[in-house]
């Protein structure tokens, strides 16, 4: 007579009520919009990838343990994830770097886009907000003491 079969893991979604769930479910199609524009912004300058990753990175962590493991597994967004919920900061040249192509693309594109001032001021205003936003991130002083 075999023994009694190994427990299986009780599923954790079925003791959530129906806006726990529908919550839940919410999360996770928010972090994978925001994963799709962080992909999208490594090949368009004027979308940023980071913040996109750890947004998607913080919605996945309320939806889905899984989807959160998964990217900090990534092999390329895993350790950018990991960085940020280990340091809360970001690296010195790595804020410069961003700010600094963050403005060439974002000047020339408004300069292409003269013609439409509204448009140019829009993208300017962006930049700006997202430049007041970074600068006021905490940053970390580069590895060993070094800047």
Not at 4 to 33: E, H, K, Y
Not at 88 to 114: D, E, H, N, Q, Y
Request: hydrophobic fraction near 50%; include cysteine.
């Amino acid at each position: 007579m075999p023994g009694p079969s190994p427990a299986t893991p009780p599923d954790p979604n079925a003791t959530l009520s129906r806006r726990q769930q529908a919550l839940r479910a919410l999360w996770v199609a928010l972090g994978g919009i925001s994963l799709l524009l962080g992909v999208i912004g490594i090949f368009l300058p004027v979308l940023p990838t980071t913040p996109f990753v750890l947004l998607a990175a913080a919605c996945f962590a309320r939806g889905s343990q899984r989807f959160h493991e998964w990217l900090l597994g990534h092999p390329r967004f895993g350790p950018l994830v990991s960085d940020w919920q280990r340091h809360r900061s970001i690296p010195f040249k790595a804020k410069c770097l961003a700010l600094s192509m963050m403005w060439v693309s974002m000047g020339t594109t408004a300069w292409m886009l003269r013609g439409r001032p509204l448009a140019s001021a829009a993208l300017l205003a962006c930049a700006v907000g997202v430049s007041v936003w970074m600068v006021r991130l905490p940053t970390r002083p580069a590895e060993g003491g070094k800047s």
